[in-house]
């Protein structure tokens, strides 16, 4: 492995050497809401998974810590210093952990969230704002918009986010334009296992689904809209899914000689994918900018004679420019076996 610290260093140098500068005044976030800023960004706390990983990926510099800490497997495949800094907890999703307090001793700059921009958590950030006098700012985390929430992010922390911002432009046009040619009955049925059991899945609109979604695919519990639920084999055999992506391995290893899913079309077929997920999931977990690599890996999966590009080329590249390290040829190995 082979740390591409140009960009880490660089921006660390500047961060501390630049002077005071003039009052960066104000920035509209993804809600519509005037986040006042600092005339200096130097220390920021991610409010969740999908925050932390954006952050790391502009400016690993200025990240605070951790939602949760990072296991060693996961930080081969980042700055080792960066990966290292401390849990700090997450101030939304799911088992919120950090406190009001916990989070001043931290002196953070500013705050920000990746994720839903709706009154809820519109509301959340203003109060949290209100309460610590620290900028809090939301950025929108659907997909799609991956290029605008990287510029917005840019503008809080005073760094050029163009170079991602205009990889993430480039990854989707380029695949979309190509999924827009395909016709109706090659789009494959798709089901999102989760789990140990593989009952846990996304349902229509689901940010935990949206780049199988965005692929064209039809995911066969997309019928309802909503975000996570719970299924029975029986409702997948009645699905019947040509495809199957899991994130878990004990399923991924065990569903082929379960005599439940057995008569599912993907299981008979071979058709049954486990998801990369190092150092983060290729598909969600969490759902953030991980997930462009992920798309180029589900389209092979999906369409595989209309998407023959090297997989291996295009995550080494991905890796080098976002994650700031070069996978060798092993590591490359462990990431597309699923290991981890």
């Not at 921006?11 to 993804?30: C, K, M, N």
């Not at 005037?34 to 409010?47: K, Q």
């Not at 809090?136 to 992010?153: C, Q």
């Not at 996570?228 to 495809?243: A, D, F, I, R, Y």
Request: some cysteine; aromatic content about 8%; proline content about 7%.
């Amino acid at each position: 492995m082979r740390l591409d610290r140009r960009a880490f260093t660089g921006g660390l140098v500047a961060a501390l050497a630049a002077p005071r500068a003039q009052a960066a005044g104000t920035v509209q976030d993804a809600a519509g809401r005037s986040v006042a800023l600092p005339d200096r960004v130097a220390r920021v706390f991610p409010a969740g998974p999908p925050a932390a990983i954006l952050l790391y990926t502009l400016a690993p510099e200025l990240l605070l810590g951790w939602p949760r800490a990072n296991r060693a497997e996961e930080c081969a495949f980042m700055l080792p210093d960066i990966c290292a800094r401390p849990e700090v907890g997450r101030l939304t999703g799911r088992g919120n952990t950090a406190n009001l307090e916990s989070v001043l001793a931290l002196k953070p700059d500013l705050i920000f969230d990746v994720g839903s921009t709706a009154p809820t958590f519109a509301s959340l950030a203003a109060r949290v704002q209100e309460q610590t006098g620290i900028p809090y700012a939301l950025l929108d985390g659907r997909f799609e918009m991956i290029p605008s929430t990287y510029r917005l992010l840019g503008k809080l922390t005073q760094r050029d986010a163009e170079p991602l911002a205009g990889y993430a432009e480039q990854t989707l046009a380029k695949v979309q334009t190509r999924v827009n040619r395909i016709p109706e009955n090659e789009r494959p049925r798709v089901y999102y296992a989760r789990g140990p059991r593989g009952l846990e899945t996304g349902l229509g609109g689901s940010i935990n689904v949206e780049t199988i979604e965005h692929l064209g695919a039809h995911n066969v519990a997309g019928e309802r809209r909503g975000g996570l639920t719970v299924v029975s084999v029986e409702q997948v055999l009645l699905w019947n899914p040509e495809v199957i992506v899991t994130i878990d391995r004990d399923f991924a290893a065990n569903v082929r000689s379960d005599p439940l899913w057995r008569e599912v079309s993907a299981v008979r077929s071979g058709r049954v994918h486990l998801s990369p997920k190092l150092p983060f999931g290729w598909v969600d977990f969490p759902p953030s900018v991980n997930r462009l690599i992920g798309l180029w890996w589900l389209a092979q999966i999906f369409y595989p004679d209309r998407f023959k590009e090297d997989i291996r080329a295009i995550t080494r590249d991905f890796y080098a420019r976002f994650y700031h390290v070069t996978p060798s040829d092993a590591d490359l190995d462990r990431v597309l076996a699923g290991r981890g």
